[in-house]
């Protein structure tokens, strides 16, 4: 037999072992999309909304508009409506199936061998594995603890950098602990940023669920990948729809890495369109059902011993909730609240060396739910502590 070499090997990749009872990851996530029954906490969705979005693409569902290829970097009318939403007037936007993609397409025109990225633990594992395909120096920092109000600092990354340093990823508000940044810590790292030449990948996919938010790219233009997701606070995870909006230089530059060449799904960007010209309108109702809800998982989790919540309140969409101090291992908590028909994230999702002690839990669903996840909680607790 011909010896062949694993095509996995090509490149670094978080390597998960996939859940229990399961061969594969997606055997277990179809599993689950199939369960109607299921309270979905475990992916940071939104199930809040209206028919506005939903009756938009239907439309064009109904007109057979799908059966034309989108104008290949999407329609002008979408563009400028992110724009507006960011009050941007100095960029441009590259449409893309969902953030990912334009996380992906970044490190490909950006990235090369001998460059370093850095990055925090816990985070967004995806961006660190893209740039893993294009560099071998991906520098994960610690933050995972009060002293440094559990973010990536300005004082951090002076520690962490060096002359080889190309970009520094910002998730804000951070998946999976909802920290995120004051304006003046973004000013910091924008100078850092002009006075060593980096960009900043400034991933604000949460940022509508935030109390307050802020654009680095008003203080360091030219030099910020601001990336932009309608899987969110627009609830079309399944769409797969986003953005980069950069400088239209860099812009420009990011264009060479497209593999997308026909477009973006069309239907999804009718939506877009939809939930961006509507966004007044629900906004404020989301927003005010998230904040209901985490302030009653914080009432639940403050009644349990040794169980806290590391950033209190989140601006996300979603929270860790620390169960170090109880000796329950997340994984196991995340199996025995899925017996009882809540899906919920182990923290090794999001971190190597802190993933072990929280399970993450996202919010933005039917208060209903919320407090069925309040009721079971305890319970899990309970059955499972040994401390
Ligand atoms: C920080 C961050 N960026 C990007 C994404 C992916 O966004 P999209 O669904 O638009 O690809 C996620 C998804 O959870 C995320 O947490």
Redesign the pocket.
Known sequence: MTDIKHPNKKFKKTERVPPKGYDSSNDFFEDVFMDKDMIWMGQ?TNHLHDNTISDAMADCVKDKDYCKYPPPEGFSELKQLILEDLEFDNCDVLLTA???ES?YLCMQALIEPGDNVILSDPG?FIIGDFANRFTDDVRYVPIYNEECGYKLTPKLLKENMDDNTKMVIL?DPL?PLGSSYSEEELKEFAQIAIENDLYLMH?V?YKDFARQHFLVENYAPGQTLT?Y???KIFGM?GL?I?SVVSSKAIIDVIKNAVVNDLGVNIIAQYGAIAGLKSKNQWENNIREISFTNQKLIKEMVDTIGGVFLPVYPSDANMMAVDVSQTGINPKELSNYLFKNGIFAREGEYTSELFGDRYLRISYSIPTDQIKIFCEEFPKAIEALRCD
């Open positions: 940071n969902g953030a990912t996380l967004y998730i998946n991933d996919t990336i997701s309608f899987s995870a797969r986003g």
